[in-house]
């Protein structure tokens, strides 16, 4: 690729990851706000606009009484159409966001594929991530179909809320490393182990962590205990240690009713967050401590500005889960900086490996 050309991909890449990050704030908004259960079909042409008359609205609403049932007489028995459009806002943004995106990706793809600006092993990539994209895409219906007509669940099921999101987080991530290469192209073939297994290692913590963070937002796990440092005012903690409890295949899938259950993911979620915390201070000092490169010094700074901003941000989205007015904003800007701060540390795995640095 010459530098013209990388210019001009890498910017096309970089717009894509704005567009992937609105997507998910998107997404965790829909979450919060009950929203994903609003619109009961999936119209690729038809669907791009939303109803345009007083009687299609009144036809969308009256679909989803009917088929969104269980969350319907749960918590929006008495909701007015006006205030079923503004639910239907979120959920129809998300959906034309993903359509929008595909059309950003796809013109400049074949524009850039017929002018030869992409090296072979680009082409590749950036088809994975098309793969990746539908994977993602077929996904969130599969998880909203999950909580249609289905009378045990309030809401979309948590495991395959977590899947939809992994999957993005993935995709995420293997654009960014793309974007990366693209526009900080390999310049050594050495392989530094020793500083390398820090952040592949990390990137597996943060990536189990984000999981449990999608299970706590679709069991509304929050709301089991909402203070901090310490589980006040119930006996959880003690329980999910040390109780006999026995628990079957079907408590897992029918978690609604079960606060063991949402406990159990409270805690494993609360503390992955230290575990992380602890672990991201003392690899960012080692790594300093070597003084390997000013880039990478600077990468370790914004890993570790990061996940300070990501952990209190969880704080107080824990502390603040029954107020809806803090709990939205709150929960969209910790998901965000979940995203921010594991490709963080994709970031500084490819600075290690542009650092000219001897075993």
């Known amino acids: 690729m010459t530098d013209k050309t990388r210019k001009i991909v890498g910017i096309w890449l970089i717009i894509g990851l704005v567009l992937v990050v609105g997507q998910v704030m998107l997404g965790g908004i829909t979450r919060l706000t009950d929203s994903g259960l609003s619109i009961t079909e999936w119209n690729v042409v038809k669907g791009t606009l939303p109803p345009l008359s007083e009687a299609e609205w009144q036809i969308s609403f009256d679909k989803y009484q009917a088929f969104a ?8 028995a008495e909701m007015l159409l006006s205030e079923y459009k503004s639910i239907f806002f979120w959920e129809w943004v998300h959906r034309f966001w993903a359509r929008m995106m595909g059309l950003v990706f796809l013109f400049p793809f074949l524009y850039f594929l017929y ?12 088809l994975i991530v098309v ?29 395959k809320l977590a899947i939809h999101l992994s999957i993005a987080l993935v995709l995420f ?13 390999k310049v050594s073939d050495l392989e530094f182990k020793k500083f390398r297994k820090y952040p592949h290692r990390m990137l597996g913590l943060i990536f189990i962590q984000i999981i449990f ?6 069991m509304r796990a929050g709301a089991i205990h909402t203070s901090w440092p310490f589980f006040a005012g119930g006996n959880v ?6 109780s006999n409890v026995n628990l079957s295949f079907l408590d897992f899938i029918n978690y609604e009713s079960n606060n063991y259950i949402k406990a159990i993911v409270q805690v494993l979620h609360r503390s992955m967050a230290y575990v992380l915390f602890a672990a991201t201070i003392y690899i960012v000092l080692k790594i300093r401590k070597e003084k390997i490169s000013d880039t990478l010094n600077k990468a370790s700074l914004i890993v570790l500005g990061l996940i300070f901003i990501q ?13 809806k007015d803090f709990l939205i904003p709150l929960g ?24 000219n640095i001897s075993e």
């Open 69 to 76: 049932k269980t969350q319907f007489e749960n918590l929006h």
């Open 115 to 126: 002018k030869k600006y992409m090296p072979p092993w680009l082409i590749k990539r950036l």
């Open 131 to 159: 793969g990746l994209a539908a994977i993602a895409a077929t996904f969130g219906i599969i998880m909203v179909f999950s909580g249609l007509e289905n009378e045990n669940r309030t809401w979309v099921s948590a495991y």
């Open 173 to 185: 991530a293997y654009l960014f490393k793309t974007t990366l290469l693209v526009l900080q192209p």
């Open 213 to 218: 963070g999608a299970l706590m937002a679709g």
């Open 237 to 242: 903690l003690f329980d999910v240690l040390g």
């Open 311 to 323: 952990f209190f941000l969880g704080v107080f989205t824990i502390m603040n889960y029954l107020d």
């Open 332 to 355: 969209t800007l910790h998901q965000i900086f979940a995203f921010f701060t594991f490709i963080a540390w994709i970031f500084l795995e490819h600075q290690i490996r542009q650092s």
